[in-house]
């Protein structure tokens, strides 16, 4: 066992702080309103901090990371732009109605609003078996890296032993404080991962070199685009550039991937990632797939942080709906900030030699324990640990509140109201015992995993959930077969898609290939919509349902005092403002890092050829 | 062979557009939203003064 003394010591630091705020937190816990939803007062930096911690985590900085490291930065920053925006429709559009409602799940929100116990039951069940496989990805993230920490990725036991501290360590502080630590605990981890974010991208940017670089795989001299003299000796000795197709074609098998660089990858800096199709990381298509699959997966995942448990139950925390505004706003611009810096630096991180034996997944985290300064190292660790416990925090507590708040009552009704904490705890425990036991027996790709989860919210009842707090003509049959139908499509064209079960003319048994306009994902939503308005009944609306709709329209008398000051309203405002001025700031800075050097490399290349 | 980088423009543009567009989209979204709550107040005062 090798054990990195600095970085475990770091690690033994950061998580012990996060046990001790959890019960410091815990103590302050009164009932389920406090245990659930932080008791509605948390301030705009508390909701932003845990909203962003409970999106970014091991999928972010691992999966991610990944697959930037294998080439594909454009669609990438395509999804996140188009996603990142979910939060300013989430906010505005059903953000703010859900906390006029003062429920304590998402689920409860949808029973009462059509009046409806199949809707809260079919929700909290696909809440439940989502966000367990969101869980459970995201708990094999932390083992992981727990594993490369303490150097176990050679012992039998390693990923068993790494699991259970994982779980020992987010399930105390959830067990204790529930919601009002989580937050809490959110906040910090987000400022450490942050923080680890921009701080790392210039150290790589600059054991890298300059952004804009070419390879020369032969001497492993950083070419650059801008400059006419290396580029041209880069050409005389035999280069491979990421723009040109390959000079050479190598058979894999014989092939030394010691040095794992850009000249295996061309086009990584294209709009369409690689695509060469003698590149073993051509596996996305041709650059049109690519693109699409960028926007139209930021499409749905733009749904799924509006309408997500683990993004919308922040906003039920929120003191006063301005928090609620501003969180969108600000949330927005931070999300796709911290996910660019790691992009770019990800992408140039294909200019250093990183040897086999880490896999896509593990190359940030190797480049941490290998590459950079030592104290960066430990702060990338910590920061990366922070994602993955803050999303488990979180995760934990949705499935225990779910299950303690929506299913187990509608179940057993001896269930006691006045025993709702203790139940809550309780079946929390459990529930991510159970995680623990799935994620130890299975082993689900980190990326693909979470993408099938936070879908399946997006296109089971995203479109419902929009309607719900905007239309008065969606009825309660209407939004229980549009959730259904769309849950059950999409979840068994996923399955098809990803898992080969249909035999081929001999026998073999195969994936099905979806057309890139016609996947899983868009099928699923074109038939919730299309259910929606085949079971649709607006007659049979119930007085219940219109009155629990004028409510969501109508703002508590001291949330109308809190708009009406004109403080609060300027500094709202000045947050939109502020989402104006970072897509400028965005278009100006790549067409300088990016775009400029990349048209000057091609017109040099071509020059040369 | 690449012989331009409009592709690479093209996604730059949306990318980045589309913030801006969204943020000029809520803006104005959320003036209208302030606006009708002063308006709701100030009639719902004219409404109790004429009662009195």
Same mark, same amino acid.
């Given at each position: 066992?090798?054990?990195?003394?600095?970085?475990?010591?770091?690690?033994?630091? &950061?998580?012990?702080? /996060? #046990?001790?705020?959890?019960?410091? +937190?815990?103590?302050?816990?009164?009932?389920?309103?406090?245990?659930?939803?932080?008791?509605?007062?948390?301030?705009?930096?508390?909701?932003?901090?845990?909203?962003?911690?409970?999106?970014?985590?091991?999928? *972010?900085?691992?999966?991610?990371?990944? /697959?930037?490291?294998?080439? /594909?930065?454009?669609?990438?920053?395509?999804?996140?732009?188009?996603?990142?925006?979910?939060?300013?429709?989430?906010?505005?559009?059903?953000?703010?109605?859900?906390?006029?409602?003062?429920?304590?799940?998402?689920?409860?929100?949808?029973?009462?609003?059509?009046?409806?116990?199949?809707?809260? @039951?079919?929700?909290?069940?696909?809440?439940?078996?989502? %966000?367990?496989?969101?869980?459970?990805?995201?708990?094999?993230?932390?083992?992981?890296? @727990?594993?490369?920490?303490?150097?176990?990725?050679?012992?039998?036991?390693?990923?068993? %032993?790494?699991?259970?501290?994982?779980?020992?360590?987010?399930?105390?502080?959830?067990?204790?404080?529930?919601?009002?630590?989580?937050?809490?605990?959110?906040?910090?981890?987000?400022?450490?991962?942050?923080?680890?974010?921009?701080?790392?991208?210039?150290?790589?940017? +600059?054991?890298?070199?300059?952004?804009?670089?070419?390879?020369?795989?032969?001497?492993?001299?950083?070419?650059?685009?801008?400059?006419?003299?290396?580029?041209?000796?880069?050409?005389?000795?035999?280069?491979?550039?990421?723009?040109?197709?390959?000079?050479?074609?190598?058979?894999?098998?014989?092939?030394?991937?010691?040095?794992?660089?850009?000249?295996?990858?061309?086009?990584?800096?294209?709009?369409?990632?690689?695509?060469?199709?003698?590149?073993?990381?051509?596996?996305?298509? =041709?650059?049109?797939?690519?693109?699409?699959?960028?926007?139209?997966?930021?499409?749905?995942?733009?749904?799924?942080?509006?309408?997500?448990?683990?993004?919308?139950?922040?906003? @039920?925390?929120?003191?006063?709906?301005?928090?609620? &505004?501003?969180?969108?706003?600000?949330?927005?611009?931070?999300? /796709?900030?911290?996910?660019?810096?790691?992009?770019?630096?990800?992408?140039?991180?294909?200019?250093?030699?990183?040897?086999?034996?880490?896999?896509?997944?593990?190359?940030?985290?190797?480049?941490?324990?290998?590459?950079?300064?030592?104290?960066?190292?430990?702060?990338?660790?910590?920061?990366?640990?922070?994602?993955?416990?803050?999303?488990?925090?979180?995760?934990?507590?949705?499935?225990?509140?779910?299950?303690?708040?929506?299913?187990?009552?509608?179940?057993?009704?001896? &269930?006691?109201?006045?025993?709702?904490?203790?139940?809550?705890?309780?079946?929390?425990?459990?529930?991510?015992?159970?995680?623990?036991?799935?994620?130890?027996?299975?082993?689900?790709?980190? +990326?693909?995993?979470?993408?099938? *989860?936070?879908?399946?919210?997006?296109?089971?009842?995203?479109?419902?959930?929009?309607?719900?707090? +905007? =239309?008065?003509?969606?009825?309660?049959?209407?939004?229980?077969?549009?959730?259904?139908?769309?849950?059950?499509?999409?979840?068994?064209?996923? %399955?098809?898609?990803?898992?080969?079960?249909?035999?081929?003319?001999?026998?073999?048994?195969?994936?099905?290939?979806?057309?890139?306009?016609?996947?899983?994902?868009?099928?699923?939503?074109?038939?919730?919509?299309?259910?929606?308005?085949?079971?649709?009944?607006?007659?049979?609306?119930?007085?219940?349902?219109?009155?629990?709709?004028?409510?969501?329209?109508?703002?508590?008398?001291?949330?109308?005092?809190?708009?009406?000051?004109?403080?609060?309203?300027?500094?709202?405002?000045?947050?939109?403002?502020?989402?104006?001025?970072?897509? #400028?700031?965005?278009?100006? %800075?790549?067409?300088?890092?990016?775009?400029?050097?990349?048209?000057?490399?091609?017109?040099?290349?071509?020059?040369?050829? | 062979?690449?012989?331009?980088?409009?592709?690479?423009?093209?996604?730059?543009?949306?990318?980045?557009?589309?913030?801006?567009?969204?943020?000029?989209?809520?803006?104005?979204?959320?003036?209208?939203?302030?606006?009708?709550?002063? !308006? !709701?107040?100030?009639?719902?005062?004219?409404? !109790?003064?004429?009662?009195?």
């Amino acid at each position: 066992m090798n054990i990195e003394l600095p970085f475990l010591i770091g690690m033994i630091v &950061m998580l012990a702080m /996060f #046990v001790i705020v959890g019960l410091i +937190q815990g103590r302050k816990i009164e009932n389920t309103t406090d245990y659930y939803i932080a008791g509605r007062k948390a301030p705009t930096v508390l909701v932003v901090g845990s909203l962003i911690a409970s999106y970014l985590s091991s999928t *972010a900085y691992m999966g991610d990371t990944g /697959f930037m490291f294998d080439g /594909f930065l454009m669609p990438y920053v395509l999804l996140c732009a188009v996603c990142s925006v979910g939060y300013i429709f989430g906010t505005r559009y059903f953000g703010i109605h859900l906390r006029r409602s003062r429920v304590l799940t998402l689920p409860e929100f949808f029973g009462r609003r059509f009046n409806s116990p199949r809707i809260r @039951m079919v929700l909290s069940i696909i809440t439940v078996v989502g %966000i367990m496989c969101y869980l459970t990805t995201v708990t094999k993230g932390g083992a992981l890296l @727990m594993q490369n920490l303490l150097g176990m990725k050679e012992n039998p036991n390693g990923y068993l %032993i790494c699991l259970l501290i994982v779980w020992v360590v987010y399930t105390s502080f959830t067990f204790f404080s529930g919601s009002k630590g989580v937050i809490v605990t959110d906040t910090i981890m987000f400022f450490i991962f942050a923080f680890m974010a921009f701080i790392s991208v210039p150290f790589i940017f +600059q054991a890298a070199g300059h952004f804009s670089g070419a390879i020369n795989p032969v001497t492993d001299t950083v070419v650059y685009l801008n400059d006419a003299e290396h580029v041209q000796q880069g050409l005389d000795m035999g280069i491979w550039s990421t723009f040109t197709e390959p000079i050479h074609k190598p058979d894999w098998g014989d092939f030394d991937f010691t040095n794992i660089t850009m000249h295996l990858k061309p086009g990584a800096l294209s709009a369409g990632g690689v695509t060469n199709p003698d590149s073993p990381w051509a596996y996305m298509g =041709s650059a049109a797939d690519s693109i699409i699959w960028g926007v139209v997966l930021g499409f749905i995942w733009l749904i799924a942080m509006a309408v997500s448990p683990w993004q919308t139950s922040r906003y @039920m925390m929120a003191k006063n709906e301005h928090v609620v &505004m501003r969180t969108g706003l600000i949330g927005a611009i931070v999300a /796709f900030a911290v996910l660019l810096f790691i992009d770019l630096a990800m992408t140039v991180a294909n200019l250093i030699d990183i040897p086999p034996t880490a896999s896509s997944e593990e190359t940030f985290i190797w480049m941490a324990m290998n590459i950079l300064p030592r104290w960066l190292g430990i702060v990338i660790f910590c920061g990366i640990m922070s994602a993955v416990l803050s999303s488990c925090s979180t995760f934990a507590s949705l499935i225990g509140f779910s299950l303690a708040n929506d299913i187990l009552p509608a179940i057993n009704k001896k &269930m006691k109201p006045e025993n709702g904490l203790r139940n809550s705890r309780i079946v929390m425990l459990i529930a991510s015992l159970v995680v623990v036991v799935i994620t130890y027996w299975t082993i689900p790709g980190i +990326q693909l995993v979470s993408y099938f *989860a936070a879908s399946l919210f997006a296109i089971s009842w995203g479109f419902v959930a929009f309607m719900s707090t +905007q =239309s008065k003509r969606i009825s309660e049959n209407g939004a229980f077969w549009s959730i259904l139908v769309g849950a059950i499509v999409f979840t068994v064209l996923s %399955i098809l898609k990803n898992v080969a079960l249909i035999p081929d003319a001999e026998g073999v048994l195969q994936k099905v290939a979806f057309p890139t306009l016609l996947r899983p994902e868009i099928l699923g939503l074109a038939s919730a919509i299309a259910a929606y308005f085949i079971a649709n009944r607006p007659a049979a609306i119930t007085d219940e349902e219109r009155a629990y709709f004028k409510m969501l329209h109508t703002p508590e008398p001291e949330e109308v005092a809190q708009r009406l000051g004109k403080p609060e309203i300027k500094k709202t405002l000045w947050g939109a403002k502020a989402v104006i001025l970072f897509g #400028v700031a965005f278009i100006a %800075i790549l067409i300088v890092i990016y775009l400029i050097p990349y048209q000057a490399g091609i017109d040099i290349l071509n020059g040369a050829a | 062979m690449y012989t331009n980088s409009i592709q690479e423009w093209i996604c730059v543009l949306f990318s980045g557009g589309f913030y801006i567009v969204i943020g000029l989209f809520i803006y104005n979204r959320l003036k209208k939203d302030y606006k009708n709550v002063l !308006d !709701d107040v100030e009639e719902s005062a004219n409404i !109790d003064t004429a009662i009195e």
